[in-house]
């Protein structure tokens, strides 16, 4: 019986460190996951928002410029401000 009991507790052992090398491993790959999908969240952020600064800041030029330059700028503004709906 004691060789029974000797082979149950080191096959529990080496279970168990299989299982806490395994969940190292997963939340190693979890970590990861999280980092790009924080990654895909900023570019995207980018891709949605920078139509929209372009409108904005081509209108601010507008509206500090004068004369011909700044129906320019009203107009790049205009279709920034288009394209950024689109």
Not at 41 to 61: F, H, K, M, V, Y
Request: zero cysteines; aromatic letters at 4%; a positive charge.
């Amino acid at each position: 019986m004691p060789i029974i009991e000797f082979v149950v507790a080191v096959t529990s052992d080496v279970a168990a460190g299989t299982v806490t090398s395994l969940l190292r491993k997963l939340l190693a790959v979890q970590e990861d996951q999280a980092q790009q999908i924080a990654g895909l969240r900023t570019d995207l952020r980018r891709l949605l928002e920078g139509p929209w600064r372009r409108s904005q800041t081509a209108t601010e030029d507008a509206i500090a410029a004068a004369g011909p330059r700044r129906r320019q700028l009203q107009v790049k503004g205009n279709a920034a401000a288009f394209r950024a709906r689109s």
